[in-house]
């Protein structure tokens, strides 16, 4: 299986491919970056660790690289820089991933593409809409909202974060819709007091702009090479358990044409299926919210990138 990561040289791309060294695929690990001595760099160090996993090579290659990979993976981005929403990179980066997929992003690529760059429900959607790649081949990585709302409810409730499951879906974003109804800890529902909830919420609520204040010109490295590595793993087995990914949809959840953070099934050829569940009113606002201002992201792209507005991208009731 081959793996091209655009900005292979940076926090989050390097991250992953050490992840991916990690893991039990034979995978070939191919590294993009505007920097070649960084991909040296990551390159000379992480093949000194290729004894310690099945990947058969990691290496520096080219952006052409892409078009027949199985997997591209896009963390290239401008600069990190203080702000308050990954939605104020949505100009800056859409000029970088516009040049890193127009080359081969089309009908005829028949890999999966898995987003990463910010703010990564605009640019999940606009791939499907102005590359007409397929639905199911272009994925976002959200798993990060649902890995704090799990350390969140951890903290409020007292217990090891190894015991919760709970899940966030809907925007990477503002809009993010945390399913207080479905938490479980060991195995079991659980409900929230009030002042738990409340310790939670704000937990998720803040953990952007906390991290993003400390201007430590790093992102999430981490949690997101690891959290990524584990997507492609769960792509590359196939799986029975949904994960946290972004998908454009087609109806589910009362949205059409539109990326949002969903339970998907994901499996080699990217999603086979997305997981339907039932929503309380008020997380069904937020999801619907969060698709408003997705759309109205793409549609500045639009304007910005192509002169034309994109006025097709309307919400439906669920099919
Ligand atoms: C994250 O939430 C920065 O979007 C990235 O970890």
């Known amino acids: 299986m081959k793996i091209v990561i655009f900005g292979g040289g940076g926090g989050i791309g390097s991250s992953l491919a050490f992840n991916l ?37 990691v290496r520096a290659g080219t952006a052409e690289e892409a078009a027949d990979a199985d997997v591209v993976v ?4 401008v600069p990190l820089r203080l702000n308050d929403s990954r939605s104020s990179f949505l100009l800056d980066n859409a000029e970088i991933v516009d040049t890193i997929v127009a080359p081969w992003a089309g009908p005829e690529f028949r890999g999966v593409v898995l987003m990463m760059t910010n703010p990564v429900d605009a640019f999940v959607t606009r791939l499907h809409h102005h590359y007409g790649l397929p639905d199911t081949r272009v994925i976002g990585y959200t798993l990060n909202d649902s890995l704090r709302f799990r350390f969140g409810v951890a903290a409020a409730v007292g217990v090891s974060v190894r015991s919760v499951d709970a899940w966030v879906i809907g925007e990477h974003g503002e809009h993010q819709v945390p399913l207080y109804g479905r938490i479980k800890i060991s195995g079991n529902p659980a409900t929230l007091t009030e002042v738990q909830r409340a310790s939670a919420q704000q937990y ?18 981490w949690s997101s090479g690891l959290g990524a590595a584990l997507m492609i793993e769960a792509m590359a087995k196939g799986s029975d ?27 080699a050829t990217g999603v086979q299926g997305v997981v339907e569940w039932p929503l309380t009113d008020d997380e069904q606002q937020r999801f619907l919210a969060g698709a408003t201002s997705v759309e109205a992201a793409v549609a500045e792209l639009s304007t910005h990138l192509d002169g034309s507005s994109v006025t097709t991208l309307a919400q439906q009731p669920g099919v």
């Open 241 to 267: 358990e949904p994960f946290p990914a972004n998908v454009v949809l087609g109806g589910q959840y009362g949205v059409r044409g539109v990326g949002l953070g969903v339970p998907a099934l994901l499996g």
């Open 74 to 77: 896009l963390t290239a981005s």
């Open 204 to 221: 998720v609520d803040t953990w952007y702009r906390r991290h993003v204040a400390l201007d430590s010109g790093r992102t999430s490295t």
């Open 21 to 57: 060294v990690r893991s039990e695929l034979p995978l070939e690990i191919v590294l993009v970056d505007s920097r070649p001595h960084m991909v040296t760099s990551h390159v000379m160090d992480l093949e000194d660790v290729l004894c310690y996993g099945r990947a058969s090579e």
